[in-house]
């Protein structure tokens, strides 16, 4: 082999490299976090159960995520009677960031057994839904609420049962909101929130917290 050829197989090698770094360099984040996905699709369809490895890919999710925004967060549905998992990309809640989960759904691909939602979804026709949030267990029947008009907006009074006032009880509380009437509801068409600790002699003028998803609907 002359050192001609060797040389034009050199610079065909170095042509090469550059034009798959290039097209490296040209991903968005959003294509690199989707290719990073479809490549590892199967363990997550199949194994996030497996308590021995959930908390290890989940963090390895996490941090695929949060090379788009460092504020995104997940969560996933069973396995479903079509053999269909959601996956559902959130803004916990940060109306800025709502663009950027729009654009990461929109690039998502069509995948056979999955299905991509932007933001967490309500669950209709559930009125007993409860969770347990760390050591806190809440549900719709603890809590009850007044509304009003503001400015297009509904502001609304939540009255608690056993309310304690913490950061902890507040967030379990947004996400049964979110169940309720859907992330992107909850922070576009609710102006306010005030929290209080429900009296129950008070429950006669209160609204159970249930009609806030025809409320927000109207």
């Known amino acids: 082999m002359n050192n001609k050829f060797i040389g034009i197989t050199s610079i065909l090698l170095v042509i090469i490299f550059i034009m798959l770094f290039l097209n490296f360099i040209k991903e968005s984040k959003e294509e690199k976090f989707w290719n990073w996905f479809e490549k590892n699709q199967e363990t997550y369809f199949n194994d996030i159960e497996n308590l021995e490895i959930r908390d290890k890919i989940f963090d390895e999710l996490s941090e695929n995520l949060k090379q788009v925004n460092q504020d ?15 996956f559902t990309i959130s803004a916990d809640g940060i ?10 759904i929109k690039k998502a691909p069509k995948l056979k057994n999955w299905k991509f939602n932007a933001f967490r979804q309500p669950t209709p026709g559930n009125d007993e839904f409860e969770i347990k949030y760390g050591d ?29 006032g913490k950061g902890q009880t507040q967030n379990a509380i947004y996400i049964l909101l979110d169940n309720l009437i859907g992330e992107y509801d909850v922070t576009t068409k609710i102006g306010w929130i005030e929290w209080i600790k429900l009296s129950e002699s008070e429950i006669t003028n209160l609204k159970p917290l249930t009609e806030l998803r025809k409320e927000i609907a109207e």
């Open 136 to 164: 806190l267990k809440i549900g719709y029947s603890d809590i009850y609420y007044r509304s009003k008009n503001d400015n297009g907006k509904l502001g609304i009074e939540l009255n608690i049962r056993n309310y304690d």
């Open 72 to 86: 995104l967060v997940f969560e996933f549905s069973p396995k479903r009677e079509n053999n269909i998992r959601e």
């Open 95 to 104: 109306e800025k960031i709502f663009p950027i989960v729009q654009k990461l």
